[in-house]
């Protein structure tokens, strides 16, 4: 894994008092946090609660009414989703988000885009600088495709591989981006067991070349598993942060998951 | 671009200059003069509308832009022709670029409505600029096109020049979609919140993509321009826009050789309908009705799939990479 240039101890992204306003909803009320490098850390919460509405503020999708979201100490908040994806942001989505008229592998490519150059002249003359870093493309796709258990489907079209693929080529591709930050969305909503059981161990394996994973899931049993860092939210507040152990006896947890 | 692409452009490149040594007659030849000048329009406006997700509709401006300001720099003011070409090329690139920006930041289809209001409005300029552009009766005696002093004075002469300027425009096109670039601009025009979050820049990819395209136009208008040596505003009527829409959609959005297919369809089919003078408009409408409804995809993809048995491939008619198995 090469250098991530960042130390320890020292906050990879950090929201402070970030609102989010549909109408009269407010679907990210005030919400700060702060996230270590090189964790698991999961967001958790009722339907309804923010966290897709919070990585799609953290991805530039939206941009928040008020607060301030630092990556790396710089404030990202108002810039374009490609700008942030180029400062080491990268996600999944809830529902897969893939350019189904492509191959596998031409998926994962598109994921290299914001570390290639080549322009539109490269392009239209395939300059031998072209060429070079073309085949260099290809190349880094194919390895990563190789450690996502997807080379042998390399060249099927996307649309064409099971859901289960299809989350992991979504993974895969935005990996291909080189983040410092990954933001998984319900990475494994519609799976079966054993597949989920494959997801988690990619998640862990992904961890230990010193990911640093943003985790939005439902599934309790795979953020208690994997996660080193809890965040819950509800009704698009933080009621509650801390180790899955601490927060499973939580009591403002209990009460807005069981509603008791 | 793959080996294959390759082979076919070669094949095709052979073909295309084989053709006056033996089609004798001058008339055909202007046809598909004027084909290998629509294959360079269509080109361009299927980067755009395969590839940005994007339709225009003032297509026909944009090559009466390149063709008008080609005629008035060389014929009124004396300017050297192929700079002039150049020069007619970059203005309307500029226009475009004017048009792109405020329009193509909007989400949704702005630029149809922008495209087809401009086009409305070069037409109107045509014609009531008549100190300039000699009003509705066209303005007449532009330079012919010429190298080194070899001057191109017939059908037969400048059909090599012409369907070398074609085949070039296919083949750069053919490597832009073969490319990063070119798969950043699939990747928008299918699903453009993921090909943001992938971190392409779609806003300022859509801009270029037009600007390309409004370029390509220009040029295939300066070169009619120079080839008839005479330009009148009803060549550059919203007409004319319409007709290279169809072209793109006939041959297939998003694959380049359908648009070559599509251009030379198009162009040839009005003149064979001539022989059935009073029904031609009828028979031509029900070709077109009966190919987009039984074949959307426009008819590239399925004469692919004659000769290539994978379905995958003549569907999304792109050929980004060889594909192997399933």
């Known amino acids: ?260 | 671009m793959g080996k294959k692409n390759k082979i076919y452009l070669l094949a095709y490149a052979l073909i295309i200059f084989l053709v006056p040594a033996i089609w004798k007659n001058n008339y055909h030849l202007m046809v598909l003069n004027i084909a290998a000048l629509n294959i360079v329009v269509v080109i361009g406006l299927n980067l755009l509308m395969g590839f940005a997700g994007q339709i225009s509709l003032g297509h026909a401006a944009f090559f009466g832009l390149g063709a008008y300001l080609s005629a008035i720099f060389t014929a009124t003011f004396g300017f050297p022709l192929w700079p002039t070409i150049i020069l007619a090329m970059v203005i309307t690139g500029m226009v475009a670029y004017a048009i792109g920006i405020p329009t193509l930041k909007l989400e949704g289809h702005y630029l149809v409505m922008a495209t087809l209001g401009f086009n409305v409005i070069i037409y109107i300029l045509m014609i009531q600029l008549d100190g300039v552009t000699g009003g509705p009766s066209g303005f007449p005696g532009i330079p012919r096109l010429q190298v080194g002093g070899f001057v191109f004075d017939s059908d037969r002469k400048i059909y090599y020049l012409l369907w070398t300027i074609s085949v070039g425009t296919l083949l750069l096109s053919l490597n832009l979609i073969h490319s990063r670039v070119g798969r950043a601009m699939a990747a928008l025009s299918h699903n453009e919140i993921a090909a943001r979050c992938a971190g392409i820049d779609t806003e300022s990819y859509k801009v270029k993509v037009f600007v390309i395209s409004a370029v390509l136009a220009s040029l295939a208008g300066s070169c009619y321009a120079h080839y008839i040596t005479f330009v009148s505003p009803g060549t550059f009527s919203f007409f004319y826009s319409i007709q290279v829409v169809t072209m793109v959609l006939i041959g297939g959005i998003g694959s380049l050789w359908g648009s070559v297919l599509g251009a030379i369809l198009l162009t040839i089919l009005p003149e064979i309908l001539h022989a059935v003078k009073e029904y031609n408009v009828l028979i031509y409408g029900i070709i077109l009705m009966v190919v987009l409804i039984f074949f959307p995809q426009g008819l590239f993809p399925v004469v692919a799939g004659i000769f290539r048995k994978r379905k995958e491939e003549a569907r999304s008619g792109m050929e980004l990479v060889p594909r192997k198995g399933p």
């Not at chain 1, 306003?21 to 850390?41: D, T």
């Not at chain 1, 509405?53 to 979201?69: D, H, K, M, R, W």
């Open chain 1, 1 to 260: 894994m090469p250098e991530k240039g960042f130390q320890q101890n020292q906050t990879i992204l950090e929201t402070r008092e970030i609102t989010m306003r549909f109408g009269g909803l407010e679907a990210l009320n005030a919400l700060s946090f702060c996230i270590a490098p090189h964790q698991i850390v999961s967001v958790i919460g009722p339907n309804g609660a923010g966290k897709t509405t919070l990585l799609n503020a953290i991805t530039g999708v939206y941009s928040p009414n008020s607060g301030e979201i630092l990556f790396r100490g710089m404030p990202i908040s108002g810039l374009k989703p490609f700008q942030i994806t180029a400062r080491g942001i990268n996600r999944t989505f809830q529902q897969v988000q893939l350019f189904s008229n492509m191959t596998v592998l031409e998926n994962v490519m598109v994921g290299m885009h914001p570390r290639t150059k080549s322009g539109f002249w490269d392009g239209l003359f395939h300059f031998a600088s072209e060429r070079r870093e073309e085949k260099k493309i290809r190349e880094k796709a194919e390895t990563l495709l190789d450690s996502f258990g997807l080379l042998p489907k390399a060249y099927w079209m996307s649309a064409h591989v099971s859901i289960a693929d299809q989350k992991r080529l979504e993974i895969a591709r935005a990996m291909a981006g080189e983040p410092e930050l990954l933001l998984l969305d319900e990475p494994v909503a519609g799976l079966n067991i054993r597949e989920t059981e494959a997801m988690g161990d990619l998640i862990i394996k992904l961890k230990q070349t010193g990911q640093t994973i943003i985790l939005v899931e439902h599934n309790m049993h795979l953020v208690m598993g994997i996660s080193d860092w809890v965040i819950v939210l509800h009704h698009g507040a933080k009621i509650g942060e801390g180790r899955p152990e601490e927060m499973q006896k939580d009591s403002r947890v209990m009460e807005a998951y069981l509603g008791t």
